[in-house]
């Protein structure tokens, strides 16, 4: 589907087969200069034919043509490599276009992803059905891309539009929204969304966030915002309730983990496995595999956030980290 949402900015709804995601928002902003498309798709022919055809529909000509993904996901970059010509540029937010400067991705760099599973009580031979699968793998640039890095401040002028790059750390590190004050629109990638709350993940033992999630809630909550226009799925009319909302729902998450903890100390696996989820299925034990590691992700973040906060400790058992609420919640 392809449409015009206000005056020379339309929305291609692109399919995501097999994700729970459903379809990813690709946003294409005209004028009689240049272009600038806002997030892709992933790199899959499904992805590809949609974003063709609503290019088409508009009329856009991929020589006068830029991109920015929001972030680095292949859901939002995974078609930039595709559809960019000679004449474009790529952008991407400074803490995550790193990413793709190296040879190889850090997940499988000396095994460090099969020791963080580990160390969280991931079962090993699942962890390799999940890597096989990750769509993030699987569905990535068909070639790198150099991208120009976005930071803070840096804006994008396209017609009757100027677009404010705001960094707002939490789904990745270099996340960004593009913010459009005249006209009362933000394009939030994955920071806000409306019918589904944005996977929010820790996977390094350093980072915390769930603590940089809220504070780039916090950052965007007061922003005059009309319209939102998401990464995925329906617009966003009621902005400011709607991230009030995302901030409630990560509170109870988090107190949710606290209440688990005080049954027992558990590592992140099986602190996940007792988490509610919105996913269709009749139990912990029937989750698809990689479903069960962006779960178990979501605890970590969940149990780091409550760490900093001095309500969970972390501690080494055997070669576990096993986490002890402390007392008190949020
Ligand atoms: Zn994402």
């Not at 589907?1 to 399919?15: A, C, D, G, Q, W």
């Not at 830029?66 to 991407?92: C, E, P, R």
Request: one cysteine or more.
């Amino acid at each position: 589907m392809t449409e015009e949402i206000r005056p020379n900015l339309f929305r291609i709804v692109v399919p995501l087969p097999d994700s729970p995601l459903k379809e990813i928002n690709s946003y294409v902003v005209v004028s009689d200069e240049r272009n600038l498309i806002i997030d892709t798709g992933m790199n899959r022919p499904e992805c590809k034919e949609v974003l063709a055809a609503g290019l088409k529909e508009i009329g856009v000509d991929l020589n006068e043509t830029d991109f920015v993904a929001t972030h680095l996901h292949a859901d939002h970059q995974g078609l930039i490599s595709t559809f960019m010509t000679a004449n474009s540029k790529a952008y991407m937010g400074e803490l995550d276009s790193p990413t793709f400067r190296g040879t190889s991705n850090t997940w499988s760099k000396d095994g460090f992803m099969e020791n963080y599973a580990h160390r969280s009580g991931f079962p090993a031979d699942e962890l390799a059905a999940s890597m096989e699968n990750h769509p993030g793998f699987k569905y990535s640039s068909a070639r790198t891309v150099d991208y120009i890095d976005l930071k803070e401040g840096d804006s994008f002028e396209i017609g009757e539009y100027k677009l404010d790059v705001m960094h707002t750390p939490g789904h990745t590190n270099g996340h960004i929204c593009l913010y459009e004050a005249n006209q009362k629109l933000l394009l939030s990638g994955d920071h806000v969304l409306g019918d589904i709350t944005p996977n929010i993940a820790s996977w390094s033992d350093e980072e915390d966030p769930l603590n940089d999630y809220l504070a780039s809630l916090e950052k965007v909550k007061d922003l005059d915002v009309e319209l939102c226009l998401p990464g995925h799925r329906s617009l966003i009319h009621n902005f400011r309730e709607r991230v009030e909302e995302l901030i409630e729902h990560h509170h109870a998450r988090a107190n949710e983990v606290i209440e688990i903890l005080q049954q027992g100390n558990k590592n992140a696996y099986d602190t996940a496995g007792l988490m509610t989820w919105s996913i269709r299925a009749n139990s912990w034990d029937e989750f698809p595999v990689m479903q069960r590691w962006f779960a178990t992700g979501e605890a970590i973040a969940h149990l780091r956030y409550v760490e900093g906060k001095g309500l969970v400790s972390r501690q080494q058992e055997g070669d576990q980290i096993v986490y002890q609420a402390e007392g008190g919640r949020l």
